[in-house]
């Protein structure tokens, strides 16, 4: 473990997105700094040994889920060392078969559901995961990295290293010395592939098991909702079958009580046929009877309310006569009281020095005598009126044009034109039809 870096190394879509030292991992767990770039997401991640030579040795793939602030969900807790150091070994990346647990190969069945299966095809993730380390962005020291051999392709993890080929060709010439180095280095190399390919067949053999499952899971749920809808569809056939017993013994009920009744009505016919219409005649003559006693009766109640409703209405008219005599009377006696009454005060007020002035348009103020006050009450636009030398209607004929001078020409739906026009101030020049009409309506008139 002294020349060895832990890291854990981040998968997104296949791609390594991000790297960090395994410290920076724990404070992670420790819940001391959260990852926001994975916020409500379920990430794929490597634990990864990295030797002085920037060279993976072990590497464990596991899953991790985050929460909507980058902090690690649940109890997660996952031995990453324990599972390394009891894992089996995988490819050679360069510093010897590395040691691998993944969901396929998982020394601990417990931890199984929590691992996951890399892509062990020549450009996957042994691959994507050892030009991580050689890129070493983490800036781990390296203390040979001048022998380190880039390699983009998990099939070059299990070629003889390039540092090994002069010694090779040493080897050819000394048949003493290369014969068992050669051997011994074959040897390994071949138990990497082995290693590697059973990795990948256990790989393979995961993932068709999985798919298996699924497909049975799928198979099972299909085949329990298929016994369901079948249960359902023979309940329902029983409630049917039941119900339609129950209607076919109603319908049976129903044609024999049918039957009954059309038996009975035949033999009624048949025996009271005479009768039937001997009884039809007494009831025709019965009723004929009976109506004309009720119209007698009627109209004899309708005569009675009808001499009573005219000598309430001859009652009426007399009295409607009285009281108008009555009210005729009152009237001239309350003129009589109102002329008396109003002399007096007049007279009073005249003697007290009161002058009466009035103002109506067309006369302005209008100085009005004692004599003239009861004319001028009893109807003030009478009495201007003949002070303005027009009659009553001219007058107020012009009141309206003087309080709203508009064209008073009217159409077919009886609207006034409304045309603003010129005001006539004085009554006497006032002509209806002539200077209460707007220039068009006036020259149609005169035409």
């Known amino acids: 473990m002294a020349g060895l870096t832990e890291a854990v190394v981040f998968f997104k879509d296949a791609e390594v997105v991000k790297e960090m030292f395994f410290a920076e991992f724990e404070a992670v767990l420790d819940d001391v700094v959260g990852i926001p770039d994975f916020a409500n997401d379920e990430i794929q991640a490597a634990f990864v040994q990295i030797d002085e030579t920037l060279r993976v040795t072990g590497v464990v793939f596991f899953t991790i889920s985050f929460d909507s602030r980058g902090k690690v969900t649940g109890q997660w807790n996952i031995p990453l060392r324990h599972l390394l150091d009891h894992s089996s070994y995988g490819p050679d990346l360069g510093a010897g078969p590395i040691r691998v647990a993944c969901r396929s190969a998982c020394p601990v069945a417990w931890y199984r559901r929590q691992l996951w299966d890399p892509d062990t095809t020549a450009a996957g993730t042994f691959s994507r995961i050892s030009a991580a ?83 049975a899971e799928g198979f099972t749920r299909q085949l329990l909702d298929r016994e369901s809808l ?33 038996e009975d009505l035949e033999a009624l016919f048949e025996k009271g046929g005479q009768d039937y219409q001997s009884q039809m005649a007494g009831l025709r003559k019965e009723y004929a009877d009976e109506l004309e006693r009720r119209l007698k009766d009627q109209a004899i109640h309708l005569e009675d309310a009808l001499r009573r409703r005219e000598q309430e209405l001859y009652d009426r008219a007399t009295e409607i006569v009285e009281l108008r005599g009555e009210l005729s009377t009152l009237r001239e006696q309350n003129r009589r009281l109102m002329v008396d009454s109003d002399d007096k005060l007049l007279k009073a007020m005249v003697e007290k020095g009161v002058v009466f002035i ?90």
């Open 133 to 215: 380390a050689l890129r070493n962005r983490l800036g781990i020291i390296s203390e040979g990295a001048d022998r380190v051999v880039s390699r983009a392709h998990v099939a070059d993890f299990f070629k003889i290293p390039a540092y090994g080929a002069p010694q090779a060709e040493h080897l050819t010439t000394t048949s003493s010395v290369a014969g068992p180095v050669f051997h011994r280095r074959y040897r390994n190399k071949l138990q990497a592939i082995r290693r590697a390919e059973q990795l990948k067949l256990a790989t393979q053999a995961e993932t068709f098991s999985r798919a298996l499952e699924l497909q």
């Open 230 to 262: 079948i249960r359902n569809q023979k309940v329902k056939l029983d409630e049917s079958l039941v119900l339609e017993q129950e209607v076919q013994s109603r319908l049976d009920r129903q044609q024999r009580l049918m039957a009954q009744k059309t």
């Open 358 to 447: 009035a103002y109506h348009p067309g006369v302005e103020h209008l100085v009005i005598s004692q004599d003239e006050m009861p004319e001028y009450l009893c109807d003030p636009l009478a009495y201007i009126a003949s002070r303005c030398e027009v009659s009553d209607t001219q007058y107020r004929e012009w009141l309206a044009h003087y309080r709203l001078p508009i064209c008073r020409a009217t159409d077919d739906e009886m609207q006034y034109c409304g045309q603003p026009i010129k005001k006539v101030m004085r009554p006497m020049l006032f002509r209806s039809g002539e200077s209460d009409r707007c220039h068009e309506h006036s020259t149609s008139g005169l035409a």
